[in-house]
């Protein structure tokens, strides 16, 4: 092998891994799992001296820009991951693939709409415009998405649709997360339980363990924080280690 296939073999061995949340209904909890699951993967890769870039990047296509809303609150020195928001402008994120200092990629995407209620079945739901190409800029450089369903009934069938009719047909590798899930208050509805049965139903791979429900996780984007600034006891600390489970599990699929 020459020197510059040598070259050319080791750039194509380091593209960035990009991990995608993305589920067509808001509130499920994708940018707090961005921001939380770059925060571990972050503290777990710092870049080797201090002028070097962070080998892992936030990206937010999302134009309401909640990531860059929680990351400019969250001290710079404590932040371990560098953020991009893009709102929508094509090419950022295959800069940051192909970029030989990026590791992993971790991107919030929007919720999306059908914008034709008329449209075939088999069209493409993501439909037409800035941000519908946005996103499939994205799916195209997507490694695994993660699909986040909560025991809100109402994330059940969006996750569905992007799954079936997102997803699968692009032949995105994906996985649901179960976020929110309660693990005290009411034993009788094992919310855990019922919706793992709810993925077997459907045969989708899901995260075994899955994201508790705290107070601290819907706190953290106003006080700044992220999962590896919480406490390391009492409840902050379960709060934390569900995340650096996900982390783990996330790693094992890609
Ligand atoms: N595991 C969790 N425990 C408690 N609150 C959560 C959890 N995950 C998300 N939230 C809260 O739920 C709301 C919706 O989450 P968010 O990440 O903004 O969802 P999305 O980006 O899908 O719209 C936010 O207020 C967030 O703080
Ligand atoms: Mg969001």
């Known amino acids: 092998m020459s020197p510059q296939q040598d070259a050319a073999t080791d750039v194509a061995a380091k ?8 589920q ?21 890769n710092p870049p080797e001296t201090s002028d070097e870039n962070c080998p892992v990047v936030a990206a937010g296509i999302d134009p309401q820009g909640s990531l860059e809303e929680w990351s400019r609150r969250v001290p710079e020195a404590k932040l371990p991951f560098d953020y991009v928001v893009t709102k ?5 994120i295959p800069k940051l693939v192909d970029d030989p200092t990026v590791e992993r990629i971790y991107i919030d995407t929007p919720g999306f709409m059908d914008t034709d209620p008329d449209a075939d079945l088999d069209a493409d739901p993501l439909g037409t415009g ?5 996103m499939k800029e994205v799916l195209e450089l997507t490694d695994l998405a ?5 025991p809100d009934f109402l994330t059940h069938s969006p996750a569905e649709f ?8 692009r032949g995105v590798k994906f996985v649901v997360l179960i ?7 009411d034993r009788l509805q094992n919310d855990l339980e019922e919706l793992r049965e709810w993925c077997r139903e459907r045969n ?16 953290a984007p106003k006080e700044g924080l992220t999962v590896i600034q919480y406490a390391e006891s009492g409840t902050a600390l379960r709060a934390r280690e569900d995340f650096y489970k996900l982390a783990i599990a996330v790693e094992q699929e890609i």
């Open 88 to 92: 929508g402008r094509l090419q950022e």
């Open 24 to 44: 067509r209904k808001g509130g499920s909890g994708k940018s707090t799992v961005t921001v939380n699951l770059a925060a571990v993967s972050g503290e777990n």
């Open 204 to 219: 989708y791979p899901f995260i075994k363990h899955g994201v508790r429900r705290y107070k601290i996780h819907a706190k």
């Open 146 to 150: 993660v699909v986040p369903i909560t």
């Open 179 to 185: 976020n929110m899930w309660d693990s005290g208050s």
């Open 162 to 169: 992007t799954i079936e009719r997102v997803l699968k047909p």
């Open 130 to 134: 800035r941000a519908a190409e946005a």
């Open 15 to 22: 593209r960035a891994k990009v991990i995608t949340l993305i």
